[in-house]
């Protein structure tokens, strides 16, 4: 995947931006230009906008509504794809466009990164200067696992995990630590283990003496169960020895009343028969009571006579008297009528009068005062004031433009007088040119000249090597051949041929040599033909070369001159095209001026104003005439109110003086008519009153009358009822019985009055016995028993105290179930603190096999594409990189010593970590082709170490897109035009 293009919405402040990229692009600027917003854009874009609870920068706009971009990538089998992100929800909306037309979100841009979280890439493909200046602050064995670490996931994570996990080791445990925990909880478990050894040897006594108190408790229980038994028998002996008249009597009463046969007799018949003769004669006292009530009642209402001459008129009375409110509203309303017209009367005489009206008043009604009027009215209004402004404008822009030619034109003059004529122009350019060319063959002959110096100095120094080379040649070939006779001396063939091959060698070498001066002399000859033939005029073009620089200003001056002058001719082409377009709508605009003026008289006519009406106060006349038609038509409808009110005035009036007049009562004025009905309809209704009132209290009293004497025929009925309940003929009889019927019940009463003081077991014990002597020798010996069974108990409580003292002081320390307790809770925490151990532990030994496995697999070809960086950025001094056995990090320089990197210099650890790094990015480009963030890598490193670190960019970008991050010029300076990207520092106002 590369970014060919990115479209920055708003993010930071960053508003509306587009950017073309390059494979290898680099945004250069100053700080605060934006760098950092970009980085992060392109994080936010791919993998989400942080959210508030993440402690990074959402880059929110300030001073824009819209909030994320859109990039434009280039994916391998894909073809160009769109991913936008803009605000929604927490990491914003994200929507993918493919290009055959398909959409998609987080799930196919998750799919286009291969699975990758924003952690991850930042780790690997996000490369900024976090990681280059902690390298500094590292010891021998961190730097190595540091190093490490980042070759195998771009950061120092595995670093900082085995670090956390040895830390959390030796808190927990340390083979000679006193303060760890493990080993604080191994001396208190040890100590716990002592006390409960103790603990066991105490508790061998501690169980007999708890069996002796079990059994001693037992015994204690019994006797006090006996104790409590006999105690319960003596005290019904006392009872009984106390009450023995009492319970005598109540055996001998039982025994009278179960003699007595039951009588059948009703219950409080007695009782009951003295209440109802009591209600009886209350009932017929009542009933008289009534009957003297009711023939009042009947006197009273004989003697009311209602008047019979206004009975039938009484609802006409009562309709007049109903209506003297709505008389008095209308009398009312009449008056206020009437105010109300003489006001708006005045008011449409003023209107007509203010906007001086020639029109009649049955006219008025027919005025235009419609809205489509009043939208005239504002249109024309507003189209005239448009108007009369635009001609405002373009009289001002006349002015302005014609001043403004007059400037052109003043300039054009200077230029013309400035100018050559076009002959002279001819000649001066004819002189430039050929001074140009002469200029050019004195370079040449120059150059021919350095060349010739360097070419005697090569030449010369050749043959002092050749004479060199031949003296050795011929010592060595003297030599060699002398080894050669001797060796065939000795008949050693091979030796001999070894000692005529060298000969030859040396031979061949020697002719080549000269081979070589040879051509170097005759190159050198030719360059001295050459320098020969350009000697020539050599004089003449050093003469004229002071004049040059004279001509070639003046014809540049000239060149410019005539350019402006061109500029200045086509502006005032311009000017004159925008003075006669300015012209032409002013024309126009005074003719539409003229058009809306005529609306607006025709507007004035239909409203009937006078000619000499202002236009200006057109609205506020439209607006008092609306006000005159309302104030006419509302002046006609209360006219038509006060005519209709007198009407129904008149109407009422007429028809109270014709009653009055039938009646022959005087009739004044209305208030007296009112007056005096409501006095005869206060005596008719108050005679009519008394008689519904009588009639009322008549009606009830009747009903109740009725009652009564149902209620004393109920009565009587329950009489004759009780007594032939209890099968008795007359009221004597069942008196008598009732007699028979109390005694049985006092002697009943008595018993059931004993029989609640003495309770069934006392019954039961007083019957087994006959006499009262028998229960006073039974009281004596139970009394001794409980004697000596208080005795027995006291001597086993003693003895149990002193068994529960010699538990106590056994339990004065914590008991042995307690410390087994303690102990095994202990040894529990032990455990699961060793567990937690165990896991740090077992964690750190996972990463460590975890490494090793890394090591042998993945690692080689990470440190192969590592040293192959690591020789680019040193420019070749040191060409390959170890990883030991132990873990340590060696480079090897071109002389063949090996170095560890702790030895390196700073800026050396630097390009180790950056070949690493790379070499990282390089291993995943099977897997991840994705673009390759760099936040100035290179600001520490000199301008040797910078085109180095170029260099590998450039090498790196053949296969991943590179976009490098820089405020420094010396960087910016290794890219041409098209791969940078200035961006300028915002400006604060």
């Given amino acids: 995947m590369r970014i060919i293009q990115m479209h920055i919405y708003g993010y930071g402040k960053l508003i509306n931006k587009v950017y073309a990229l390059e494979d290898l692009q680099l945004f250069y600027g100053e700080n605060e230009a934006g ?43 894909l073809g160009r ?103 604080t909880k ?35 229980g019994s006797l ?70 009711e023939k009042n009642l009947e006197e009273k209402l004989e003697a009311i006579e209602l008047p019979p001459q206004f009975l039938e008129e009484i609802p006409q009375v009562e309709s007049l008297v109903s209506q003297q409110s709505i008389f008095m509203k209308w009398m009312d309303n009449l008056g206020e009528i009437s105010r109300e017209t003489k006001i708006v009367k005045t008011r449409v005489n003023e209107t007509m009068r203010e906007l001086d009206l020639d029109v009649a008043e049955n006219n008025i009604p027919s005025i235009n005062t419609s809205m489509l009027l009043n939208e005239r009215i504002e249109d024309a209004l507003q189209e005239t004031n448009k108007l009369q402004n635009e001609q405002e404008n373009i009289k001002k822009q006349l002015e302005a433009e014609s001043e403004a030619m007059k400037t052109i034109e003043g300039k054009c003059e200077e230029l ?36 010739l110096d360097e070419m005697e100095k090569e030449v010369q120094a050749r043959r002092k090597s050749f004479s060199k080379q031949t003296l050795y040649s011929g010592m060595a070939s003297f030599i060699f051949a002398g080894f050669s006779i001797w060796t065939l001396l000795n008949d050693n063939i091979m030796g001999t041929f070894l000692g005529f091959l060298i000969i030859a060698l040396l031979v061949f070498n020697r002719w080549k040599s000269r081979q070589d001066l040879n051509g170097k ?57 925008k003075l006669e377009r300015l012209r032409k709508q002013q024309e126009v605009v005074l003719s539409k001026l003229n058009v809306e003026h005529h609306k607006l008289e025709a507007i004035k006519e239909e409203l009937y104003l006078p000619a000499e009406f202002p236009l200006k106060w057109l609205k506020d006349a439209f607006a008092k005439m609306k006000e005159l038609v309302l104030a006419y038509e509302k002046l006609q409808q209360l006219m038509e109110d006060e005519k209709f009110l007198q009407e129904k005035i008149d109407a009422f009036s007429n028809e109270c003086k014709e009653w009055f007049i039938r009646h022959s009562f005087a009739y004044t004025t209305m208030q007296e008519a009112f007056i005096k009905i409501k006095s005869i309809l206060h005596d008719v209704e108050k005679k009519k009153l008394a008689f519904e009132q009588i009639q009322s ?73 006959d006499f009262k002597e028998e229960v006073t020798k039974r009281l004596k010996v139970i009394v001794l028993r409980i004697n000596e069974l208080n005795q027995d108990i006291s001597d086993h409580q003693k003895r149990l105290a002193s068994v529960e003292y010699k538990i106590r002081l056994l339990e004065e320390g914590t008991s042995y179930s307690q410390l087994l307790q303690q102990f095994q809770e202990k040894k529990a925490e032990l455990q699961e603190i ?77 390009q180790l970590y950056i070949a690493i790094r790379f070499a990282l990015v390089q291993s995943f480009k099977d897997i991840y082709n994705l673009p390759l963030l760099v936040d100035d890598g290179a600001v520490n490193f000199d301008w040797e170490r910078t085109g180095a670190f170029v260099e590998l960019l450039r090498k790196m970008g053949r296969d991943h897109q590179i976009i490098l991050f820089t405020c420094h010029p010396h960087i910016k300076n290794y890219f041409d035009e098209k791969e940078t990207i200035l961006l300028e520092k915002a400006v604060l106002v």
């Fill in 416 to 451: 013309e007088e400035l100018l050559l004529k076009e002959e002279e122009y001819q000649a001066l350019q004819r002189k430039v040119k050929q001074q140009s060319s002469n200029q050019a063959s004195l370079q040449q002959k120059m150059w021919v000249k350095n060349q």
């Fill in 697 to 769: 209290d008549l009606e009830p009293l009747r009903l109740e009358k009725e009652q009564s004497v149902l209620h004393l025929k109920k009565i009587n009925n329950e009489i004759h009822s009780l007594i032939g309940e209890a099968g008795c003929k007359d009221e004597e009889e069942f008196r008598e019985l009732a007699v028979r019927v109390e005694e049985r019940n006092e002697l009943l009463a008595r018993y059931e009055g004993m029989k609640t003081r003495v309770n069934q077991t006392t019954l039961s014990l007083f019957s087994s016995f």
């Fill in 834 to 910: 060793i567990k937690k151990w165990s896991k740090y532990t077992l964690a750190q030994e996972s990463l460590n096999k975890t490494i090793h496995h890394y090591q042998q697999t993945k690692m080689p070809n990470v440190i192969k594409l590592a040293a192959e960086n690591f020789t680019v950025l040193t420019k070749g001094i040191y060409h390959s990189l170890y990883v030991t056995e132990n873990e340590m990090m060696e480079v090897e320089r071109k002389d063949g010593v090996r170095f560890q990197a702790v030895e390196l210099s700073q800026g050396t650890k630097e």
């Fill in 35 to 77: 760098k950092s917003t970009i980085m992060s854009f392109i994080h936010s874009i791919l993998f989400g906008f942080p959210t508030r609870q993440q402690n990074q920068l959402r880059y929110e706009p300030k001073s824009s509504s819209e909030y994320g971009g859109k990039l434009i990538c280039e994916v391998n089998e």
């Fill in 224 to 293: 006090e169960e006996e104790k409590k038994s006999l105690a319960q028998e003596r005290d019904g002996l006392h009872v009984i020895e106390e009450h023995w008249d009492i319970l005598a009597e109540y055996v001998s009463t039982s025994v009278k009343l179960s003699e007595l046969e039951e009588i059948s007799y009703p219950a409080k018949g007695a009782e009951r028969l003295n209440e109802l003769k009591t209600e009886w004669r209350q009932a017929s006292s009542y009933l008289e009571t009534l009957d003297s009530k």
């Fill in 521 to 577: 002399i005759n190159h050198l000859y030719n360059l001295r033909e050459k320098a020969r033939e350009m000697s020539e005029g050599i004089n003449d073009l050093i003469d004229g070369s002071t004049s040059s620089d004279t001509l070639e200003r003046q014809l540049r001056e000239q060149m410019e001159y005539r350019s402006e002058w061109k500029q200045r001719i086509l502006q005032l082409e311009e000017q004159e095209a």
């Fill in 186 to 220: 191994l001396n208190e478990l040890k100590a716990l283990e002592k006390k409960v050894n103790e603990a066991k040897e105490q508790n061998k006594q501690y169980g007999p003496l708890l069996e002796e108190k079990q059994t001693l408790e037992t015994a204690i």
């Fill in 81 to 183: 794809v769109s991913i936008e992100r803009v605000k929604g929800k927490a990491a914003g909306d994200v929507t993918v466009q493919f290009p055959d037309g398909r959409t998609g979100g987080e799930e196919a841009l998750q799919e286009l990164m291969g699975k990758m979280d924003k952690s991850t890439y930042q780790n690997i493909f996000s490369f900024n200067l976090e990681g280059l200046q902690d390298i500094h602050k590292l010891k021998k064995d961190e730097l190595n696992r540091y190093l490490f670490s980042a070759g195998s996931t771009g950061t120092d994570l595995l670093l900082q995990m085995e670090q956390q996990w040895q830390k959390e080791r030796e808190q927990l445990f340390k083979k000679s630590g006193r303060k760890p925990v493990i080993n």
